[in-house]
Each structure stands twice: as C-alpha cells, then as structure tokens.
C-alpha cells in the first residue's frame, strides 16, 4: 500500500510519529468513542445543511487529522512489509 499524498509540512512530524511508536501501535490506534461520536454529530449537522461556521472548521480539522492518520498508518503498513 502506498503512502497517501500528503502536506510536506505533515511529512517530518510522521516520520517522528513512526520512530516513537511501533508499526503495530500505530496501527492499533482507535480514536476514543466520545470523538468518534462527535464526529458523527457533525457528519449529521453538515448532512442537514446545519453546521455553524465553528463546527464547519472543527468538521474540516478532524478530516485533515483523519488524513494524516491515513497517511501514518499507511506507512506503517510499509514499514511491516
């Protein structure tokens, strides 16, 4: 699996994320319930048209966050191969 295209910014704080923890901690990460919960309340406003400018913000942190996540475990998945 290859490395998702990411900011050069995010690159150097991935590749100190990969030294400090395991391929496999990496990969066993699972955001905690109350944040996948508030991610989906979110998904929800944004479906209704709903979001206020601040959770339309938040809403777009968390999908940089889940595209960095993406890219961590992808090169984490690398580094088993």
Do not use: C, H, W
């Amino acid at each position: 699996m290859g490395t998702p295209t990411i900011n050069p910014a995010y690159s150097s704080f991935l590749d100190f994320v990969m030294q400090k923890a395991t391929p496999e901690d990496i990969l066993a990460y699972q955001m905690p319930e109350a944040e996948q919960q508030r991610i989906i309340e979110l998904l929800e406003k944004q479906d209704e048209d709903a979001l206020t400018v601040e959770e339309a913000e938040e809403l777009q942190e968390i999908k940089m966050m889940d595209r960095m996540l993406l890219a961590l475990k992808a090169r984490a998945l690398d580094a088993l191969d």
